[in-house]
Nanobody, 116 residues
């Protein structure tokens, strides 16, 4: 059983920064990728950033240049540093881990609100 716990969300002013963390516990063998999705009210869940097991990152166009994803394999933790936050970044951010054979596991989500 794999569990993911996100942290680091909160209220931030436009232009500010946040660092989201996602700690995974349980069996973490054969991980293909880890990353973040987000879902804003009334919108579909969308990909924010992913990082493969060989540390290859990928970003959505909406956050590219403003965000950085990284992982600490020793801690089974993935991070999302977001800078230059905009009101349209307001959403619930969900961490996920994708296994080669077990599919995807998801965290419960952490709220990010960008507002003055």
């Amino acid at each position: 059983q794999v569990q993911l716990v996100e942290s680091g969300g909160g209220l931030v002013q436009p232009g500010g920064s946040l660092r989201l963390s996602c700690a995974a516990s349980g069996s973490m063998f054969s991980v293909r990728a880890m990353g973040w999705y987000r879902q804003a009210p009334g919108k579909q869940r969308e990909l924010v950033a992913t990082i493969t097991n060989d540390d290859c990152p990928n970003y959505s166009d909406s956050v590219k240049g403003r965000s950085s994803i990284s992982r600490d394999n020793a801690k089974n933790t993935v991070y999302l540093q977001m800078n230059g936050l905009k009101p349209e970044d307001t959403a619930i951010y969900y961490c996920y881990v994708r296994f080669w054979s077990l599919g995807d596991y998801w965290g419960q989500g952490t709220q990010v609100t960008v507002s003055s």
